[in-house]
C-alpha cells in the first residue's frame, strides 16, 4: 500500500528520480511512454531483458513466495508458504532432482492470491524451466486432489469428483497422482521440520537460468 512516496516498506522512489539499472553500462529507453518506442529502442530493451531474466527471474520468484512467509493460516496446521516449502523438502529428502524440488516449492504458489486457478498460475509460472511432465502435473494437480477432499465439495457427482480418470493412462497420471498423495496433501504437518527457502535458492537459479523465452506478449 502507497501512500506519497512511503510504502510498508519504508522511502521509496521521489518524483523526477529513476530507479537503478541492473548493469551500469546499460542504457535507459528515454521515453515516458511505450508508444513512443522504435525498433532501436526495442533492440537495446530486449538485448539487456534478456540477461536481466536470466538473473532476476528466479530472485524474483522466490521473493513472491517468501511474501508470504508471515501469513497467518485460515485452519491449516501451517500456512501456504511453510506448505511450499515442506513438499520441496519432502521431495529433496526422497531423492528427487533439482528441477522436480522446484516445481514443488512453486506448486501452490498462487493457492491465495489467485485460488481459482492456481494450478495453472504455478505452471505458467515454471513451464519454461520443467519438462512437460512436471508443468502438466502441476496445471492437472488440483482435479487429481478431488478424490482426497472428503465432504468438501457440496455435490457428490463421480464424474466430478473421479475427472482425473479421464486421463488415466496417461504418461504423467502416475506422476501426478503420486505427486498429491506424497508430496502434496501430506504436506500440511507441523512436526515436519522444513528445509528453509535459502536452501532451495541456488536450484531455483540454476533452473530459472536454463532459459529465458521472450513472449510474444508486449514490454
Known amino acids: 500500500m502507497t501512500t506519497g512516496t512511503k510504502t510498508t516498506q519504508g522511502i521509496r522512489r521521489k518524483a523526477g528520480e ?17 508508444d513512443d518506442y522504435r ?24 521473493e513472491l513466495l517468501a511474501a508470504s512467509r508471515d ?42 492470491v489467485c ?18 511432465k512436471n508443468a502438466w502435473m502441476l496445471e492437472h494437480h488440483g482435479i487429481f486432489q478431488r478424490i482426497h477432499l472428503h465432504g468438501f465439495f457440496e455435490s457428490d457427482d463421480p464424474d466430478f469428483i473421479h475427472a482425473r480418470e479421464k486421463w488415466r493412462g496417461h504418461p504423467y497420471f502416475d506422476w ?7 508430496y502434496d496433501i501430506a504436506a500440511i504437518n507441523p512436526g515436519i521440520e522444513s528445509l528453509p527457502l535459502e536452501f532451495f535458492e541456488p536450484m531455483v ?7 529465458t523465452p521472450l513472449t510474444r506478449s508486449s514490454a
Not at 501469513?71 to 531423492?95: K, V
Not at 501426478?176 to 506424497?182: G, I, K
Request: glycine share 6%.
Open 176 to 182: 501426478t497422482a503420486e505427486f498429491v498423495e506424497r
Open 71 to 112: 501469513a497467518p493460516t485460515f485452519g491449516y496446521l501451517i500456512n501456504n508458504y511453510e506448505h511450499c516449502l515442506q513438499t520441496a523438502t519432502m521431495l529433496y529428502r526422497d531423492g528427487h532432482d533439482e528441477e522436480t524440488i522446484v516445481t514443488g516449492l512453486f506448486h501452490d504458489i498462487g493457492f491465495v
Open 115 to 132: 485460488p481459482e486457478n492456481h494450478e495453472k498460475f504455478a505452471a505458467d509460472l515454471v513451464r519454461p524451466f520443467v519438462s512437460e
Open 18 to 34: 529513476r530507479d537503478r539499472l541492473l548493469r551500469p553500462d546499460w542504457q535507459y529507453i528515454e521515453h515516458c511512454n511505450i
Open 205 to 211: 537459479r540454476r533452473v530459472f537460468s536454463g532459459s
Open 39 to 62: 525498433r532501436e529502442d526495442w533492440a537495446i530493451m530486449n538485448r539487456q531483458r534478456a540477461e536481466y531474466l536470466a538473473e532476476e527471474r528466479g530472485r524474483q520468484a522466490l
